[in-house]
């Protein structure tokens, strides 16, 4: 049984530039979330993605985007990247928006130079 | 807004030594409580969680019990292991509507034989 998967593991980009991380949930789960993990602290929960749709979204700028798939993958679009973009981004999955256990993968180490 | 605190670290421990990780939190209702451990250069894996007050979650020879007189959380174990080394995330997700993690800033454990 696969668990979430998230890709490119590591990104380097410079300023300015737009980068896209993906995700693909656990086997059987519908609910994708994404957080971002800055250096030395907690994540932050960016948005939630469920039927295709942005369910909850937390306090991010619009730069941050995001999508669902139907086989329920998502992406994480960051435009105009900043410096302050650079952490680790996790992907979370859920069996449905009101489950209160997620499943995190490993994460993608963005750097923006 | 909610909000979780943990104990700044970080917490240096001898093998076999007891471990308490103190977690409060601020909160809209009762809320699910959830400790998360990162393990360097990976993603959260859950360690165990707790839905309601007097609930005790135990997982791996740690455990947690839902005060909800107090807001906490704390996370004890009785003997550790220099392999119990990795940072340490309390964190909480609403009881209803969409389920979004809240996170303290963690606290990272060093285990020495």
């Known amino acids: 049984d696969a668990g979430v998967t998230q890709s490119p593991t590591h990104l380097i980009k410079t300023r300015g530039q737009q980068v896209t991380l993906r995700c693909s949930p656990k086997s059987g789960h519908d609910t994708v979330s994404w957080y971002q993990q800055a250096l030395g602290q907690g994540p932050q929960f960016i948005f939630q993605y469920y039927e295709e749709e942005e369910r909850q979204r937390g306090n991010f700028p619009d730069r941050f985007s995001g999508h669902q798939f139907p086989n329920y993958s998502s992406e994480l679009n960051v435009n105009a990247l900043l410096l302050g973009d650079s952490a680790l981004y996790l992907c979370?999955?859920?069996?449905?928006?009101?489950?209160?256990?997620?499943?995190f993968g490993p994460g993608t180490r963005l750097t923006v130079l | 807004g909610d909000s979780v605190t943990q104990m700044e670290g970080p917490v240096t421990l001898s093998e076999e030594a007891f471990l308490t990780i103190n977690c409060t939190y601020t909160?809209?209702?009762?809320?699910?409580l959830f400790w998360y451990v990162q393990y360097p250069g990976e993603g959260l894996q859950l360690l165990l969680k707790a839905t309601k007050a007097d609930d005790k979650g135990s997982n791996k020879g740690f455990e947690a019990t839902y005060r909800k007189e107090t807001t906490s959380f704390h996370l004890e174990k009785g003997s550790v292991q220099v392999s119990d080394s990795a940072v340490y995330f309390c964190a909480l997700s609403p009881r209803s509507g969409y389920s979004t993690l809240t996170f303290g800033k963690g606290t990272m454990l060093l285990v020495s034989p």
């Open positions: 979370a999955s859920s069996l449905g928006t009101a489950s209160d256990t997620q499943y």
């Open positions: 909160a809209t209702g009762y809320p699910s």
